[in-house]
């Protein structure tokens, strides 16, 4: 705790329990830090990673600001984030779902994957950036009216089903790949850049507004089930 700065750079660190960073920064450079138990980073704290590697098994709750931008970042049980989190480098894979009211930040060469588990992304959530997003494996993610989805990179549905229940119309201005599972939900869809649909399911009620280049494609079966 405390208002100051530290730096993790060289050792290797398993703190089998509860980790909390209350106040100040912790910058993550080198080395390997292991979390068992739940990690807290409270309002006011950042914690970035930017060389070394962040493994928490426990639950992880961001209610600061948390950012990696070299290294990895490996959180494998339930994320929550009511804050800022943002990944300008590698892949970050949520596992295991997550609570969520703050903002996810995706830059250009980045991935936020959406891999497992049931996110709801409530009031106040946002996903933005230039990065690639993605929903694959067994997710369940749900983006409640009052959140926002605005990433100017391209998404992949490739697994699971993602489900936009917002009032407005989600817009896409780069590729939306969807080569399995479903996409549904209250919110009208317009893709402004290419849709590239080679298997899953389309079940969103709202309109569906296609701008770029539509590419139906494969052998798979493709459901188109709404408005």
């Given at each position: ?105 995706v830059g250009t060469g980045a991935t936020l994957n959406f891999s497992g588990g049931t996110h709801a992304l409530n009031a106040g959530s ?102």
């Amino acid at each position: 705790s405390g208002a100051g700065a530290r730096v993790l750079n060289g050792p290797a660190i398993n703190n089998p329990g509860a980790f909390s960073l209350s106040g100040g920064s912790l910058d993550v450079q080198g080395g390997a830090l292991s979390v068992g138990g739940v990690t807290t980073v409270a309002n006011g704290s950042t914690l970035t990673v930017s060389g070394g590697s962040l493994a928490p098994t426990g639950a992880f709750n961001n209610n600061g600001t948390l950012t990696v931008n070299a290294g990895t970042f490996t959180p494998s049980s339930t994320f929550n984030n009511s804050n800022a989190f943002t990944v300008n480098n590698g892949t970050v894979n949520l596992q295991n779902g997550g609570t969520d009211t703050g903002s996810f930040t995706v830059g250009t060469g980045a991935t936020l994957n959406f891999s497992g588990g049931t996110h709801a992304l409530n009031a106040g959530s946002s996903v933005t950036g230039a990065g690639n997003v993605q929903f694959s494996g067994t997710q369940t993610t749900t983006f409640a009216n009052g959140s926002t989805f605005t990433p100017t990179g391209p998404v992949t549905v490739s697994g699971g089903t993602v489900t936009f229940n917002q009032a407005g119309a989600i817009t896409l201005p780069n590729t939306l790949n969807l080569s399995n599972g479903t996409i549904s939900g209250t919110a009208p869809l317009t893709l402004n850049g290419a849709f590239n649909w080679s298997g899953g399911n389309l079940t969103n009620n709202g309109l569906l507004t296609t701008a770029g280049t539509s590419a139906i494609s494969g052998a798979g079966v493709k459901v188109r089930n709404g408005s």
